[in-house]
């Protein structure tokens, strides 16, 4: 198997080469495999190089990493920030997270739906992961499992991603990666919003890298979802089909060119899809793709995307045991020639809550605007929330915005933890005439807090008929 490596040369370009294995036999080419990997690649140069070895095996070893073997490519001026090469016993926790269970929850750990959103079928848990000989594995089961909140399953496997610990805007992400085939298998190496400033899934963006189908592992695909909160989303996808006899079954190079224009698909550096076309609604392009991600690595048992019905798991795939999706390395790239940075936000995007009211949220930029036909009957009836921000003790924070109405009523503005214990509590009245507003909020414990701007049936609200309240100029920050 050929694997390339994107790297910043020594001189003044950047290549693409294509490591080089020997056999037991080529005892030259094994003399100049200087980090034991089997392969004959740029790392052994720079290990070579570091550890002083003659010159005349630095250019024996540049000679031939040139050489006729290895395919050269002009790739733009990339420099490697980020990568876990797996070289340890166990996964490095300061850079991957678990993603445990099957349902999806809020940012407060709220169920909100069961399989991921996706009707997948397994429970994933922190043990169905391993790493040894330098290679991840994710390992994908059929066994009984039983969680004592979320019920009983049928198969586990593991998700694993770097939020909070690592994510990035543009540059290249790669991924060397396997996976066993069977039907109901899906492997998917992905990244999801380090924050969703523009809003629930998708409005804020996700990007797929590789996801297959195991009933299919001649193909894989790339995908983006993007546009509005659902069921308002939308997609880009092309497939790669592998050549006469290949497959993901076999070691590929997945990756991902990302910069403010324009995203491109590769397997084995071979371009297979190109996308610009996206949006966030009400929002400037590059939006939403001009924000930090994070990286996902998992592989799931059922479900849309390959499962029995769109739903089940296929026993017969685990007839002779437990399905592995093996990644080698992830390396993250940024292109040192390109300042495609993230878009500074001048408000947050609100979340929504409606209960018994005839109302709807649309964020903008700049402005979250509430178009309310009937305020319901409840004070919390019509609500926008920015969830789950994480305070402690002895912090004091800020909520600012400017707000205006159509027609005069009250709005409440509160900070509550999960509990709904409040640290602050507001009753505003507000009126055609643009009104700003700051208020302090210290707390005394650790927490995550909820802003709620409430706009219910307040001081008798719905008897006003319809309306449209604009918040503006949302920042919620630390003192």
């Known amino acids: 198997m050929n694997t390339k490596i994107l790297f910043s040369a020594f001189l003044s370009a950047s290549f693409l080469l294509t490591a080089v294995p020997f056999s037991s036999s080529a005892a030259a080419e094994h003399d100049m495999d200087y980090n034991n990997d089997n392969y004959v690649d740029i790392f052994d140069l720079i290990i070579a190089r570091q550890n002083s070895a003659p010159e005349n095996e630095l ?14 490519e002009n790739t733009g001026d990339y420099s490697l920030i980020w990568s876990d090469e797996f070289d340890g016993d166990a996964l490095d926790m300061e850079k991957w997270s678990y993603e445990l269970g099957n349902w999806k929850l809020d940012e407060n750990g709220n169920y909100v739906t069961n399989g991921w959103g996706n009707n997948e079928q397994e429970f994933y848990t922190d043990h169905n992961e391993s790493v040894n000989d330098g290679i991840l594995t994710i390992a994908a089961k059929h066994e009984n499992y039983t969680d004592a909140v979320q019920g009983s399953y049928e198969y586990t496997s593991s998700r694993l991603s770097t939020q909070h610990k690592f994510s990035t805007c543009g540059g290249r992400i790669e991924v060397r990666a396997r996976c066993d085939a069977g039907k109901s298998l899906w492997p998917a190496i992905w990244m999801l919003p380090e924050d969703s400033v523009y809003g629930g899934w998708a409005a804020s963006g996700e990007i797929d890298i590789m996801e ?37 079954q076999n070691w590929h190079t997945y990756s991902v060119e990302w910069d403010s224009s324009e995203m491109r698909w590769f397997v084995d550096n071979k371009l297979y899809s190109t996308q610009s076309e996206w949006y966030s609604a009400n929002r400037t392009y590059p939006a939403p793709f001009d924000q ?3 990286i996902i690595l998992n592989l799931a048992v059922g479900g849309h995307f390959d499962g029995i019905d769109g ?90 915005f400017d707000v205006s109405s159509t027609k005069q009523r009250d709005m409440i503005v509160t900070v509550e933890d999960p509990s709904y214990n409040r640290y602050l509590d507001k009753k505003l009245t507000i009126s055609p005439n643009q009104e700003h507003y700051s208020f302090d909020v ?3 414990a650790d927490m995550t807090a909820d802003i709620k701007f409430q706009l219910g049936n307040i001081s008798d609200s719905a008897a006003i008929g319809q309306h449209e309240v604009t918040v503006s100029n949302i920042v919620w920050s630390k003192k």
């Open 59 to 72: 250019a024996h070893l540049g000679s031939f990493l040139l050489g006729e073997e290895v395919t050269v």
């Open 212 to 248: 297959g189908w195991g009933s299919t592992p001649e193909k894989v695909c790339g995908t983006i979802h993007f546009g509005d909160v659902w069921p308002n989303n939308t997609y880009l996808t092309n497939d790669f089909i592998f050549e006469n006899g290949d497959s993901a």
């Open 292 to 294: 930090n991600f994070y």
């Open 311 to 400: 739903i089940y798991g296929d026993p017969d795939t685990f007839a002779d045991g437990e399905k592995h999706f093996d990644i080698d390395y992830v390396r993250v790239y940024d292109k040192i020639t390109d300042d495609f940075k993230p878009t500074e936000i001048k408000s947050a995007a609100l979340g929504s809550y409606f209960e018994g009211s005839e109302a709807s949220l649309s964020n903008m930029e700049g402005c979250s605007v509430f178009s309310i036909n009937n305020a319901g009957t409840l004070e919390y009836g019509v609500m926008g929330l920015i969830r789950a921000q994480s305070v402690h003790a002895g912090e004091t924070w800020n909520i600012s």
């Open 442 to 444: 210290p707390f005394g």
